[in-house]
């Protein structure tokens, strides 16, 4: 008999975003009339930028055609795509050799398969709050995880704890509280994770959000991390990919860790084994369109998107800044953290707003216990929108 993975069992059953689902539709059931507006989960808008559709189109063509048909192709990505993602590193002074950089479907997929590689008995750091995605993935592994305390004391991000961890997730500019990591913060992990052996697995998915040219867009702009990180990316935010999926990984050559013989092994390998063994690539049609993303079209067209996006951020923040309610982030990142005002819980703030105002937003709680009594509200819906859903909030919480 088939025993299951009763790791599964312990995960916990209501998804942030299925209750969330629920709640609105039990609404909209007893108020059809009501125009719902949704700033709550973090799905973009605006539709993919025109040379993304012109490049896709072309290849789209090829594939129609028995001379240019593509099958199969290399599980880690073409290298026409995997060349432009080096020379958008070179722009962020980082040198990447094409075999160390990992084209997927998804962000999402590869900070959970990425467990994989690595033994069950390691200890996970993670933040709390937290995307809920690191948590989950190595619940199913049945690792131990520690939680790392995020709060407006060390504004929501976490310094290295004095304590050992071996795979420590790090995200930036960060879901769920918009706080973005400065070089010297991200310094100290990197000697924390060299010191211990330990690995820090970077989500970078928000890097293009990031303006502010002091800040690290990649986690190897900072000395030694080519030793001791991981680096995840993704076209889903920066370019409007989440439907079409398409995401990189980076794993250095330089980073070795050891069997519990001693024995050093190139984690770059390991995970050139994994996916050429459980992956069989991205389509070539997609994989030309994200090449296009990093043209200087492309690069011209998502700046206006992201522009447009961070547009709204302001006009969110600017919102709460005067109705002197305490937020975070909605700088160098598509999210603001808004401490509930009033008093309220997450899930009362939440049921406030749909019940009143007909405006969803996520509840901070949602992405870990240090959540409770915020909110997350994203820069991703339309003008249209946000400039609505804001001023039912003014007119609500106004005095
Ligand atoms: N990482 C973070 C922090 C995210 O917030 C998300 C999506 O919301 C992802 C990864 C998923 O990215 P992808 O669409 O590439 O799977």
């Known amino acids: 008999m088939a025993n299951i993975n009763e790791n599964y069992l312990s995960l916990k059953q209501s998804y942030l975003f299925s209750e969330i689902a629920k709640r609105v539709s ?15 989960i973090g799905d973009v808008t ?77 200890i996970v750091l993670v933040t709390d709050p937290v995307y809920p995605v690191y948590i989950d993935t190595n619940m199913m592994a049945g690792r131990q995880i520690k939680l790392l305390d995020c709060n407006e004391q060390n504004g929501f991000t976490p310094a290295p704890p004095n304590f050992k961890g071996d795979i420590i997730y790090l995200c930036s500019p960060n879901n769920p509280t918009g706080s973005v990591m400065t070089k010297p913060q991200l310094q100290e992990w990197v000697d924390y994770a060299n010191k211990n052996g330990s690995v820090i697995l970077f989500d970078a998915a928000y890097e293009a959000f990031i303006s502010d040219e002091n800040l690290p867009k990649s986690i190897y702009e900072i000395e ?83 522009a447009y996006y961070m547009q709204n951020a302001k006009i969110i923040s600017d919102t709460l800044k005067s109705l002197g309610i305490t937020y975070f982030g909605g700088v160098n990142a598509p999210y603001i953290w808004l401490k509930c005002p009033q008093g309220f819980s997450s899930w009362g703030f939440f049921d406030y707003l749909l019940n009143n105002i007909y405006v969803v937003g996520t509840p901070g709680s949602g992405f870990g216990k240090n959540g409770e009594g915020y909110f997350r509200l994203t820069a991703f819906g339309s003008r249209e929108n946000t400039i609505e859903a804001t001023k039912r909030i003014a007119k609500l919480l106004g005095k």
């Open 224 to 306: 030694g991390a080519k030793n001791c990180a991981i680096e995840f990316c993704s076209f889903s935010k920066t370019a409007g990919f989440t439907g079409t999926r398409c995401a990189y990984t980076i794993v250095p050559k330089t980073l070795m860790r050891k069997t519990k013989l001693g024995e050093n092994i190139s984690l770059n390998s390991l995970w050139n084994r994994r996916q050429a063994t459980k992956f069989n690539g991205v389509p070539y049609i997609v994989q030309r369109g994200a090449t296009a993303v990093y043209s200087q079209q492309g690069k011209k067209e998502t700046k206006e998107i992201i």
């Open 46 to 122: 605006k539709p993919l930028p025109n040379c993304v559709i012109t490049a896709m189109h072309k290849a789209t063509d090829e594939m129609a055609n028995e001379k240019t048909f593509k099958g199969y192709g290399p599980e880690q990505g073409y290298d026409f795509l995997k060349e432009t993602i080096s020379e958008h590193y070179k722009e962020k002074n980082v040198n990447l050799d094409l075999d160390e950089i990992f084209v997927s479907d998804g962000a999402k997929s590869d900070t959970g398969n990425i467990g994989d590689i690595f033994d069950k008995d390691n």
């Open 26 to 40: 039990t609404f909209t059931v007893a108020n059809p009339d009501k125009k719902i507006i949704r700033l709550g």
